[in-house]
Nanobody
Framework: QVQLVESGGGLVQAGDSLRLSCAAA????????MGWFRQAPGKERDFVAG????????YYGDSVRDRFSITRDNAKNTVYLQMNSLKSEDTAVYYC?????????????????????WGQGTQVTVSS
């Protein structure tokens, strides 16, 4: 049974930083591309960042490109999202997701329908 478990969310002030983690179990982690998405109340689930199985290529949504960084540690079966210079509009539930296969374009990583497995989400709240 595949499990993706996010952690690291919380309440912070604008300008602060947070690092989210997503620990994977029940799958061969190094075979999976990973993504982070977020969903604010009343809004659609938006792409935040993605990383290829090897960690060699990373993709970002426009609103976070210069502030967030996605990394992974295949030895620890974990993907991270470092979030800097947080803004109130970053407030959302953050989800990690896993997809197998060979994908090379931002549009592919940004499509939530491609992903095979999802975590339960972690809340990030940024107060202004």
């Amino acid at each position: 049974q595949v499990q993706l478990v996010e952690s690291g969310g919380g309440l912070v002030q604008a300008g602060d930083s947070l690092r989210l983690s997503c620990a994977a179990a029940g799958l061969t982690f190094s075979n999976y591309n990973m993504g982070w998405f977020r969903q604010a109340p009343g809004k659609e689930r938006d792409f935040v960042a993605g990383i290829r199985w090897s960690g060699g290529t990373r993709y970002y949504g426009d609103s976070v490109r210069d502030r967030f960084s996605i990394t992974r540690d295949n030895a620890k079966n974990t993907v991270y999202l470092q979030m800097n210079s947080l803004k109130s509009e970053d407030t959302a539930v953050y989800y990690c997701a896993a997809v197998s296969g060979h994908y090379y374009y931002l549009s592919e990583y940004a499509d939530p329908r491609r992903y095979d497995h999802w975590g339960q989400g972690t809340q990030v709240t940024v107060s202004s």
